[in-house]
T-cell receptor, first 112, second 113 residues
Framework: GNSVTQMEGPVTLSEEAFLTINCTYT??????LFWYVQYPGEGLQLLLK?????DKGSNKGFEATYRKETTSFHLEKGSVQVSDSAVYFC???????????FGQGTELSVKP | NAGVTQTPKFRVLKTGQSMTLLCAQD?????MYWYRQDPGMGLRLIHY???????AKGEVPDGYNVSRLKKQNFLLGLESAAPSQTSVYFC????????????FGPGTRLLVL
């Protein structure tokens, strides 16, 4: 079946450090892939997405490339800020009914 | 434009009590979803709707019912609450016709004692 696996958290980094959060998926066909972010006490917000192989999604300094050969969609940022502290969710779109399948989430804490 | 709103924000129930969670969206979206979020498990789909008057089961539908009588509203009901239903519930909506982004509400925190 379709599934998403993320690296476990929590991840703690110092400000200006490089961030990678790994995400791999299992799916039939060619799903669209997403990263959502959840700030403390809030709902999820779309961070970026990619709809086909080799697409790169980017937003707010974050990037992720849809790698079909490795079934991965790793999230990266070159220099994190304290304000990036949040939980990050990788997800794939299962087209029947437009359903999203989420990974378990990775908590990021950035220290000044 | 409020987006997706959820009522209530927080509720405490006793085992066996019933309640309804309300989700409303003002974006004229066709699709609506109810998820629950539990530690270490991400979000899991409870029920969803692809249009007014339609509903379908998601990954974890047992113990919940839903209704979509109006396009803008999607109700989630718990007929007889159980401690296992303690969770944070999120509603989401999205457009049809190729629009893939789901927009989420702020969540409802439910505690069942």
């Amino acid at each position: 079946g379709n599934s998403v696996t993320q690296m476990e958290g929590p991840v703690t980094l110092s400000e200006e450090a490089f961030l990678t959060i790994n995400c791999t998926y299992t799916a039939t066909g060619y799903p669209s892939l997403f990263w959502y972010v959840q700030y403390p006490g809030e709902g999820l917000q779309l961070l970026l997405k990619a709809t086909k192989a080799d697409d790169k999604g980017s937003n707010k300094g974050f990037e992720a490339t849809y790698r079909k050969e490795t079934t991965s969609f790793h999230l990266e940022k070159g220099s994190v800020q304290v304000s990036d502290s949040a939980v990050y969710f990788c997800a794939l779109l299962y087209n029947q009914g437009g359903k999203l399948i989420f990974g378990q989430g990775t908590e990021l804490s950035v220290k000044p | 434009n409020a987006g997706v709103t959820q009522t209530p924000k927080f509720r405490v129930l006793k085992t066996g009590q019933s309640m309804t969670l309300l989700c409303a969206q003002d974006m004229n979206h066709e699709y609506m979803y109810w998820y629950r979020q539990d530690p270490g498990m991400g979000l899991r789909l409870i029920h969803y709707s692809v249009g007014e008057g339609t509903t379908a089961k998601g990954e974890v539908p047992d113990g919940y019912n839903v209704s979509r009588l109006k396009k803008q509203n999607f109700l989630l009901g718990l007929e007889s609450a159980a401690p296992s239903q303690t969770s944070v519930y999120f509603c989401a909506s999205r457009a049809s016709g190729g629009g893939e982004t789901q927009y989420f509400g702020p969540g409802t925190r439910l505690l069942v004692l």
